[in-house]
């Protein structure tokens, strides 16, 4: 018995025609917006088609089989022509509430891995405690290798096209300066401020956010999101700030290098508003396509190590580290890191601690890439400032290698819950806005 099963699409041309030993023509309703999924079976033996609907059966009256054409007819009631606006909207408001779990699970993806991050970060500068700035080039140049690595094997199983990697290189250029230049201003304003101060000067990273997705990608954001991004902020300062002294330190510190610093953080947020520009350009270019994050992971790496090479002499001089003396200093670090030879003494938790903060700290890069492309830059912001408070607690714990535990903050729990408050005005706010726009887009 020759059968033939096919499934038509939701919407297209009025006319199907399948020959198989005679002809059977199907005409979809002009209205069919509602149906999803249509099946429909013939059998020479069995000239009768069926067509099953998402709702309801729809049979067809066939008046010739053969060789002859098969005609059917049929009408939908006014009752399903009804229902159709309705179940539209059905539609998209499911497709609102998954991507606003997607986002949801992606921000507590960056949360997670941006509180490992900063823990781990802390205890694998207990065997390195001499050589942080090996740490920092060993990090960059092993990303370099892995994201090319992942790239290319997504790539031969066919997730990244020759589309993506056709995609124009100048912009992925600009993101490896603007990281390389992030990194340099960081580390010379870090040398001269102390630990408290950074995660309060660290704020003016989610300003600098606002105001160039502002100007760069037109966004307008409302008063009230406007109101949590600035109690997020504060709610971090008071969490950091108690009983830290770390006013005093910024005014010992003298302006300079909190403008630095603050500079700093400019290029890091020019950084992931420019990234999301690229998304948005290769979804145009690629006709509605994504482009992999890895494309923009390997690429960006790329163009940053090779800045940080021509700034190594800079560099290298902000660390204390004499330029002719840089090689004998990543020789000594590389012995420490591996914790092998004579010169491992007091490199006690290596190559573990290091290699852990390693594979943390790429699991963060690419979760915070991945929640900035679904989301915005600012959703991404909100998520990694949510990591502060959690890392501040987590240090009050009895944590290996780490020897006594700090105490918590006097204002802890009053800078905490001013940021969680922040951070549901903010989401509140995105939550009501038109169909358009979801969580993740302020309007």
Same mark, same amino acid.
Request: charged letters at 10%; aromatic letters at 10%.
């Given at each position: 018995?020759?059968?033939?099963?096919?499934?038509?699409?939701?919407?297209?041309?009025?006319?199907?025609?399948?020959?198989?030993?005679?002809?059977?023509?199907?005409?979809?309703?002009?209205?069919?917006?509602?149906?999803?999924?249509?099946?429909?079976?013939?059998?020479?033996?069995?000239?009768?088609?069926?067509?099953?609907?998402?709702?309801?059966?729809?049979?067809?009256?066939?008046?010739?089989?053969?060789?002859?054409?098969?005609?059917?007819?049929?009408?939908?009631?006014?009752?399903?022509?009804? /229902?159709?606006?309705?179940?539209?909207? /059905?539609?998209?408001?499911?497709?609102?509430?998954?991507?606003? &779990?997607? &986002?949801?699970?992606?921000?507590?993806?960056?949360?997670?891995?941006?509180?490992?991050?900063?823990?781990?970060?802390?205890?694998?500068?207990?065997?390195?405690?001499?050589?942080?700035?090996?740490?920092?080039?060993?990090?960059?140049?092993?990303?370099?290798?892995?994201?090319?690595?992942?790239?290319?094997?997504?790539?031969?199983?066919?997730?990244?096209?020759?589309?993506?990697?056709?995609?124009?290189?100048?912009?992925?250029?600009?993101?490896?300066?603007?990281?390389?230049?992030?990194?340099?201003?960081?580390?010379?304003?870090?040398?001269?401020?102390?630990?408290?101060?950074?995660?309060?000067?660290?704020?003016?990273?989610?300003?600098?956010?606002?105001?160039?997705?502002?100007?760069?990608?037109?966004?307008?954001?409302?008063?009230?999101?406007?109101?949590?991004?600035?109690?997020?902020?504060?709610?971090?300062?008071?969490?950091?700030?108690?009983?830290?002294?770390?006013?005093?330190?910024?005014?010992?510190?003298?302006?300079?290098?909190?403008?630095?610093?603050?500079?700093?953080?400019?290029?890091?947020?020019?950084?992931? &508003?420019?990234? /999301?520009?690229?998304?948005?350009?290769?979804?145009?270019?690629?006709?509605?396509?994504?482009?992999?994050?890895?494309?923009?992971?390997?690429?960006?790496?790329?163009?940053?190590?090779?800045?940080?090479?021509?700034?190594?002499?800079?560099?290298?001089?902000?660390?204390?580290?004499?330029?002719?003396?840089?090689?004998?200093?990543?020789?000594?670090?590389?012995?420490?890191?591996?914790?092998?030879?004579?010169?491992?003494?007091?490199?006690?938790?290596?190559?573990?601690?290091?290699?852990?903060?390693?594979?943390?700290?790429?699991?963060?890069?690419?979760?915070?890439?991945?929640?900035?492309?679904?989301?915005?830059?600012?959703?991404?912001?909100?998520?990694?400032?949510?990591?502060?408070?959690?890392?501040?607690?987590?240090?009050?714990?009895?944590?290996?290698?780490?020897?006594?535990?700090?105490?918590?903050?006097?204002?802890?729990?009053?800078?905490?819950?001013?940021?969680?408050?922040?951070?549901?005005?903010?989401?509140?706010?995105?939550?009501?806005?038109?169909?358009?726009?979801?969580?993740?887009?302020?309007?």
């Amino acid at each position: 018995m020759a059968s033939l099963c096919r499934r038509l699409p939701a919407a297209g041309t009025a006319t199907s025609t399948v020959t198989l030993f005679g002809q059977v023509r199907l005409l979809q309703p002009t209205k069919s917006a509602s149906i999803y999924r249509i099946r429909y079976g013939y059998s020479l033996e069995h000239p009768g088609v069926v067509l099953q609907l998402r709702r309801r059966s729809w049979t067809p009256v066939v008046e010739a089989i053969g060789n002859r054409d098969a005609l059917e007819r049929s009408d939908f009631s006014e009752e399903d022509e009804k /229902e159709m606006p309705h179940s539209l909207a /059905e539609g998209n408001s499911r497709k609102d509430v998954n991507q606003a &779990v997607k &986002v949801v699970v992606a921000a507590a993806a960056v949360v997670a891995t941006g509180v490992g991050n900063r823990v781990l970060y802390k205890l694998a500068l207990v065997p390195l405690k001499q050589y942080p700035f090996f740490l920092a080039q060993i990090s960059t140049f092993v990303y370099v290798v892995v994201y090319f690595s992942i790239l290319y094997i997504r790539y031969r199983a066919g997730i990244v096209t020759d589309e993506m990697l056709s995609m124009p290189k100048t912009p992925f250029l600009i993101v490896g300066l603007l990281e390389a230049l992030g990194a340099a201003t960081g580390m010379a304003a870090g040398a001269m401020l102390s630990g408290a101060s950074i995660p309060i000067l660290s704020q003016t990273f989610l300003v600098w956010q606002i105001l160039l997705s502002t100007i760069f990608l037109g966004r307008r954001y409302k008063v009230n999101q406007l109101l949590g991004c600035f109690l997020v902020a504060i709610g971090v300062i008071i969490t950091v700030a108690s009983g830290s002294g770390a006013g005093k330190s910024l005014q010992e510190a003298g302006i300079f290098w909190s403008l630095l610093m603050m500079t700093s953080f400019l290029f890091q947020a020019a950084d992931t &508003v420019l990234k /999301e520009v690229i998304f948005m350009d290769a979804a145009r270019k690629l006709k509605g396509g994504s482009l992999d994050l890895f494309v923009v992971n390997s690429f960006g790496s790329a163009f940053q190590a090779l800045f940080i090479c021509l700034l190594l002499p800079f560099l290298s001089k902000l660390w204390g580290i004499p330029f002719s003396q840089l090689p004998n200093y990543l020789k000594d670090g590389a012995a420490c890191f591996l914790n092998l030879g004579t010169l491992s003494s007091g490199c006690d938790g290596a190559p573990l601690l290091p290699l852990l903060f390693i594979i943390v700290n790429m699991g963060f890069n690419i979760s915070l890439l991945h929640l900035l492309k679904i989301s915005s830059a600012v959703v991404s912001c909100l998520a990694t400032t949510l990591s502060v408070p959690i890392s501040i607690y987590l240090f009050t714990l009895p944590l290996p290698y780490l020897g006594v535990a700090s105490s918590l903050p006097t204002g802890f729990l009053a800078g905490a819950i001013i940021l969680i408050i922040g951070l549901l005005i903010y989401t509140w706010t995105s939550s009501n806005v038109s169909s358009n726009s979801s969580l993740t887009a302020p309007t």
